[in-house]
């Protein structure tokens, strides 16, 4: 186990946070110092080449970690099929840590080492000498301090971090301790120090071994078998060359094995190679069979914005409950674009997935905006991809498929196709206060809002049901036991509700129409998208969700505006509805009787309401 106590195990600035962004600072001015005071040649504003490497570094990391969270793209060649949890997620946070470390001990270097203030854009006979001195001495040293940090006393102490993480992610390779990327920039520091003392070095050597270094650095993590097998079939001796995702994968599931940096042939030298090494590869590589998912959650993007938090654009960010930050606004105007190209040519794709109690969860995400639902011109395709996606579903085998708010299309199939209205409404009236005699409801003669205002009613609840329609109250009143119809009350306009501190919200409404609440007036409310929370004076709640069992394995994404593990009530009725086992569809009117009984199901399985 890691033990952050050791000499050199923290980062310096640890306790920075996010402000850690600011030691960047200096680099800048000076970046910006010598470009604006005519100082701007390439052996003279080295801080401007440290800061464009450090942000190339960046993207060529996120250009990875976007890749290997493609499921819809990777899946056939995972090397480990288990997501990536909260847990690991947390620990690798802060992966660019080093860049900082390299960023300054390249300005020292600069600063101290006379032979790096005058090189060349280029000398193509540098890279002979780097290539050699990286072979060599840097490999050489790696290894065997790899090796050492493998012994109880370094790994306990600062090593363990790294091997936390099993199910590896580009980011692992930036999570270690501070000793250790000292060291590690010490053996970056051999080739490029090398070739430059030996007059050979130049500015494009610089970026090109470091842009390397780090794009196998996170090849090497990524979790995907990328490299294929004619390369090893047409050119053997690559074998000894070339350090594969599961090579290196293989070395944190057996951590006796595998210590190379890039080149296996000291892993053969020392007879420290895993013998299944090929084996794995080929494999892998030879493609799988993807398992077939037991349950399926058919999502739907929500607005433009919101299309960002996905793992594989920001798999931090998706970890956490989607708000507005700043650094999406830059990226508004592509989404543009991309919705365009979504609209003309996607199809239904794998979005997350997680494992409970043996069983394989999918989302699927319908490649539509919330706003295109309500498009008269769009509904036939909308529906056309639902159904489609239902019927793949059916035909690969699953058993459950849940449909998100939108999503409300079905053909008869034998895949149980669960709309989740049943949970929604459970949870909706067991968040009501028992004290609770009167509401009023928008949205009354929706099939949630009928099934609401049906089971208030037989509690003696009195409900202003909000319709314009007489026809359809009547017709919902009608279904309510004789001695409870009194309980419900057809009113026409939200005046009605001016007296009454709780609303129920299932229909959209303004500002002018919130502002007939009294003050302290708490909306409840399951419209999507959730209305704007306009007063002060009163309370909102989310929309209707629970949280998921602890023993959910390889979840890491949190879904739209939920919390961690939580997830809206029409996926939880789908969850539910799978581990009971139950043979029926779930659709068309909710049954009122079953409210109860699915509340009772969902709380037996683990699933909590959320406080």
């Known amino acids: 186990m890691y033990r952050d106590s050791a000499p050199l195990s923290d980062w310096p600035w640890a306790q920075l946070g996010s402000l850690k962004y600011i030691l960047y600072g200096p680099l800048v001015a000076k970046a910006l110092y010598a470009h604006l005071g005519g100082g701007y040649e390439a052996d003279q504003n080295w801080c401007f080449h440290v800061l464009w490497i450090t942000a190339l570094r960046c993207l060529i990391c996120q250009a990875w970690l976007s890749y290997c969270n493609m499921h819809f793209l990777t899946k056939n060649h995972k090397i480990r099929k288990h997501g990536v949890e909260y847990e690991q997620i947390d620990r690798e946070w802060d992966w660019d840590n080093f860049l900082i470390l390299q960023a300054y001990m390249a300005i020292a270097a600069h600063h101290f080492l006379p032979f790096l203030r005058a090189m060349p854009f280029w000398n193509p006979q540098g890279l002979i000498y780097l290539i050699v001195l990286h072979m060599g001495p840097a490999e050489a ?11 109880d006393f370094l790994f306990s102490r600062y090593h363990s971090l790294h091997h936390a993480s099993v199910t590896l992610q580009p980011s692992t390779a930036g999570t270690a301790t501070f000793l250790e990327h000292l060291f590690l920039t010490c053996v970056m520091a051999i080739p490029l120090l090398g070739a430059s003392w030996l007059g050979k070095g130049s500015i494009l050597l610089v970026y090109l071994y470091i842009l390397c270094f780090d794009f196998l650095r ?22 000894f060359l070339i350090c594969t995702p599961s090579y290196h994968s293989l070395h944190h599931t057996e ?15 020392a007879n420290t190679i895993n013998k299944n090494s090929w084996l794995v590869h080929h494999s892998i590589r030879e493609g799988q069979t993807d398992r077939v998912p037991d349950f399926v959650f058919l999502a739907h993007v929500v607005d433009l914005l919101s299309s960002l938090h996905v793992p594989f654009v920001f798999r931090s960010f998706s970890s956490t409950p989607f708000s507005t930050r700043w650094f999406l606004l830059p990226l508004w105007p592509f989404t543009i674009p991309v919705m365009f190209a979504m609209w003309a040519w996607a199809k239904p794709f794998v979005h997350t997935f997680y494992v409970l109690r043996g069983r394989l969860h999918y989302t699927w995400v319908i490649p539509r905006f919330g706003f295109q639902y309500f498009l008269p011109f769009a509904q036939e395709g909308i529906n056309n991809l639902i159904e ?27 895949v149980r196709v669960v709309h989740g209205n049943t949970l929604t409404a459970a949870v909706i009236i067991n968040e009501i206060r028992t004290d609770v005699k009167e509401v009023f409801l928008t949205g009354a003669t929706s099939k949630l809002g009928r099934a609401i205002a049906l089971y208030l009613c037989r509690k003696q609840v009195r409900v202003l049901m909000l319709t314009s329609s007489t026809e359809r109250f009547q017709a919902i009143q009608k279904e309510a036991p004789v001695e409870c119809q009194k309980f419900l009350v057809h009113v026409t306009k939200y005046q ?15 500002f002018r129409e919130q502002n007939w609440a009294p003050s302290g007036t708490h909306f409840y409310q399951f419209v999507v998208p959730p209305i704007f929370q306009l007063r002060r004076d009163c309370t909102y709640g989310k929309l209707a ?13 949190c879904e739209y505006t939920m919390s961690r593990r939580i997830v809206h009530a029409c996926h939880a009725g789908g969850v539910v509805h799978s581990l009971e086992g139950w043979e029926h569809h779930e659709v068309g009117a909710i049954d009122v009787d079953r409210i109860d009984i699915v509340w009772k ?3 037996k399985h683990g699933l909590k309401p959320v406080q």
């Not at 040293?141 to 012994?151: E, G, K, S, T, V």
């Open 496 to 510: 009605a509700g001016q007296n009454c501190k709780t609303w129920i919200v299932g229909k959209w409404i303004s």
């Open 255 to 269: 951590t006796d094995t595998n210590f190379c940096l890039f080149m296996p042939a000291y892993d053969y030298l």
């Open 218 to 239: 996170c090849m090497n993590h990524c979790n995907v078998e990328v490299v294929p097998m004619f390369i090893f079939r047409c050119m053997p001796p690559l074998k």
């Open 601 to 603: 199901e969902a709380i």
């Open 141 to 151: 040293l790696y290894y065997w301090a790899h090796r050492a940090f493998h012994h």
């Open 545 to 557: 969700a629970m949280e998921l069992p602890g023993d959910v394995e390889g979840l890491g994404s």
């Open 388 to 414: 489609d996606a239902i019927l793949s579903a059916d035909k690969l085998g699953v058993k459950v498929i849940s449909l998100a708010a939108l999503n409300k299309k079905h053909p008869n199939l034998r």
